[in-house]
């Protein structure tokens, strides 16, 4: 069910204007269990046949961006690629732009989690580095070339954001006032979130993407479904929540719509005029 909200009736008589550029998150908004659901990749294909940009705008990291979204880039069905929550952003031509942590950053992350006692792991744009492992890291290790255990690796490597792991649902680093140094907390899951640069956000990578294409981000639309899309949501013409999507995010969107499943993409792009 597609559900218009706050700025347009719940019929939509009339078509809207196609943006220029449309960013897409990946996990539950493309793709479901890291796999882009098959009604999603048809749509993308048949949308690059047009005149539209095809953006992926993820928090992932750009060492396990998953194979089938590669697979699109590589075959220009997406223009280009946004990673690491706006700090680090490229196509096939090579990089767009980047916003590596400062060395000051980054010690001061390895502080806060080795003062909450947290399993932590720093992305760079080839490999996520883990500062410990156990059980489950260890399974997943062994099946990820690209993820390692080294807790040193961001003293000789740029790296871009850090991941932590909480202990349990409830004990989530409240107590740390993260912005007292220039940093932000970004929750992805119950017991997962992000630590970036307080000025840091899929919106920034975004703004960079529209330069490079000579557009404004008031022509474009963006999917997404989680916390770090929040930024992303303001910035665009066009802000589209997944029917699963966070309350928070809910409230922000433009529109509302269906779930994966749902085919909720696809119901949103009716309502709109394909650029011919």
């Given at each position: 069910m597609f559900?218009?909200?706050k700025?347009?009736t719940?019929?939509?008589?009339?078509?809207l204007?196609m943006?220029?550029?449309?960013?897409?998150?990946?996990d539950?908004t493309l793709?479901?269990?890291g796999?882009?659901a098959e009604h999603?990749?048809?749509t993308?294909?048949a949308?690059?046949q047009?005149d539209?940009?095809?953006?992926?705008?993820?928090?992932?990291?750009?060492?396990?961006?998953?194979a089938?979204?590669?697979?699109l880039?590589?075959a220009?069905v997406l223009?280009?690629?946004?990673?690491?929550?706006?700090?680090y952003?490229?196509?096939?031509q090579?990089?767009?732009s980047?916003?590596?942590?400062?060395a000051?950053?980054?010690d001061?992350?390895?502080?806060?989690c080795?003062?909450?006692?947290l399993?932590?792991k720093?992305?760079?744009?080839?490999h996520?580095?883990?500062?410990g492992?156990?059980?489950?890291l260890?399974?997943?290790n062994?099946?990820?070339p690209?993820?390692?255990v080294?807790p040193l690796?961001?003293?000789s490597?740029?790296v871009?954001?850090?991941?932590?792991?909480f202990?349990?649902?409830?004990?989530?680093?409240?107590?740390?006032d993260?912005?007292?140094d220039?940093?932000?907390?970004?929750?992805?899951h119950?017991?997962g979130?992000d630590?970036?640069?307080a000025?840091?956000?899929k919106?920034?990578?975004i703004?960079d993407v529209?330069d490079?294409y000579?557009v404004?981000?008031?022509?474009c639309?963006?999917f997404?479904?989680?916390?770090?899309d929040?930024?992303?949501?303001?910035l665009?013409?066009?802000?589209?929540?997944?029917?699963?999507?966070?309350p928070?995010?809910i409230e922000?969107?433009d529109?509302?719509?269906?779930?994966i499943?749902e085919y909720?993409i696809?119901k949103?792009l009716?309502q709109f005029k394909?650029?011919?």
């Amino acid at each position: 069910m597609f559900i218009v909200d706050k700025a347009a009736t719940a019929s939509m008589p009339r078509k809207l204007p196609m943006p220029k550029v449309i960013f897409f998150d990946i996990d539950d908004t493309l793709s479901r269990n890291g796999i882009i659901a098959e009604h999603n990749k048809s749509t993308l294909e048949a949308l690059a046949q047009t005149d539209i940009k095809l953006v992926i705008s993820t928090g992932r990291s750009k060492a396990i961006l998953p194979a089938d979204i590669l697979a699109l880039l590589e075959a220009d069905v997406l223009d280009a690629i946004i990673c690491m929550n706006g700090q680090y952003s490229f196509d096939n031509q090579g990089l767009i732009s980047h916003y590596p942590l400062s060395a000051e950053q980054a010690d001061k992350i390895v502080q806060l989690c080795k003062t909450s006692e947290l399993i932590h792991k720093f992305d760079s744009a080839t490999h996520i580095a883990w500062s410990g492992e156990n059980e489950r890291l260890r399974e997943f290790n062994a099946k990820t070339p690209n993820s390692i255990v080294d807790p040193l690796y961001y003293l000789s490597n740029p790296v871009y954001q850090c991941s932590v792991f909480f202990n349990n649902q409830f004990d989530k680093m409240q107590d740390i006032d993260f912005a007292r140094d220039d940093l932000k907390l970004v929750h992805w899951h119950q017991i997962g979130a992000d630590i970036l640069p307080a000025n840091a956000s899929k919106a920034r990578g975004i703004l960079d993407v529209c330069d490079y294409y000579g557009v404004n981000a008031n022509e474009c639309m963006a999917f997404g479904d989680g916390m770090n899309d929040l930024e992303m949501f303001d910035l665009v013409g066009y802000a589209i929540a997944m029917g699963d999507a966070q309350p928070a995010l809910i409230e922000r969107a433009d529109f509302v719509t269906g779930t994966i499943e749902e085919y909720g993409i696809q119901k949103v792009l009716e309502q709109f005029k394909v650029a011919s």
